[in-house]
């Protein structure tokens, strides 16, 4: 492409200070093509999972199929900020979205589950793109004063766009071609925003981050497990509560009405989570967060008897678990600038894919030696030696250290 037509296109990164409607701008593009995006993904890992279980697949073939866009993380993360340095980060989201959008009428068109493989490893990598990219323009707009605050109506924005995703596909149902085409519609439109309003406003990376990938453990421990632990407890809610909730002896319809309960609370506590951290030693509401994790997993099996009272400890559970993910990124941001910040947000998305992929099969091992409370003991497990950790940092390196995350 000649100098003339990127000009034309304005797809370079941004090199000057955003004025504010330009950072308003920007906001708008990002947030709007991340959530077109959750709502693709919200819709399509239930319909894939539903064709596989249609299909008679097993099990454990099943799970090797869904843990392909985590595999797909791992290998993309830790050159994510070398890609940028070359790539703009607008020309390349675009890319990442065309590149998932096509993937979906591919699994109509090819419809094996060994051909869904390579698929979806491929459908990961623009994805694990898409977020990576996404969360580093936003952690990148934003200021001291209100960094807390993006993050958290980002991630209520695309906890909104996660839970419309299965009423999508109840709408339209699993069943021929038209689901992998809507989806794929969908998600082929969240570059629309992007071209509408952030042309020429996304971040530049020129430089080479200072720190390697696998060291931001080391420099910003805190943050950066807050990844791990809300992925593996995430993914564990909702793949193993319900599983725990029927074990415990609820119904099967009570038990997938409590996965409601704790999206609920994902979605109406980053907001308010978010403007806290904006006011308050942001390593201060992470231990928080833990710490209610803690308290809220261990109090699980003595609620399971009373609907409301189970209802509530997961709504307040859930939201305040989710404030790991909002305020682990704000603390990267917070601290991190340019490459660096990439590359701690690529460090970030890691952590996160790490705790889905290893949490569920842990706490299936542990529910299978301690039937049902195995499940808990992960849980709270988690939460606890995070609680250690983060406590650790906040004690040892004072309050209102920006450089002790």
Known sequence: ???????????????????????VRSLVAVIACITVVGIGMGSSIPLLALLMDKHHLPGVLIGLNTAMPAVATFALTPFLPRIL????????????????????PCYYIFPNVWVWFPIRFVNGLALTGVFVVSEFWINSLADEKNRGKLMGIYGTILSCGFASGPII??????????????????????????????????PSIREKPNHSFITFLVVAPAATLAGFVYGATETNIFNMLPIYAVRSGMSDQTAAFVLTIFAAGNIFFQIPVGLVADRVDRRLILLACGF????????????????????AVLFVFGGMVAGLY????????QRFRGADLAAANAAFVMMYSTGALVGPPLSGFAMDLW???????????????????????YLTMGPDSREAL
């Open 326 to 333: 909002t305020v682990g990124l704000t603390l990267l941001g």
């Open 85 to 104: 340095r070359h790539i703009p980060p607008l020309p390349f989201l675009l890319g990442c979205v065309i590149l998932s959008a096509t993937a979906m």
């Open 371 to 393: 039937n049902p409370q195995g499940l808990i003991i992960v849980l709270s497990g988690l939460c606890a030696v995070y609680v250690l950790i983060a406590g650790f940092r």
């Open 292 to 311: 209610t994790g803690l308290v809220g997993s261990l109090a699980i099996p003595f609620v399971t008897w009373s609907l409301p009272l189970f209802a």
């Open 169 to 202: 596909l109840y709408i339209v149902g699993a069943d021929g071609a038209l689901p992998f085409m809507l989806i794929g519609g969908l998600v082929l439109a969240a570059g629309a925003p992007l071209l509408i309003f952030g042309r020429g406003l996304a």
């Open 1 to 23: 492409m000649d100098d003339n037509k990127k000009k034309s296109l304005n797809l370079e990164a941004h090199e000057e200070p955003l004025t504010p409607a330009e950072r």
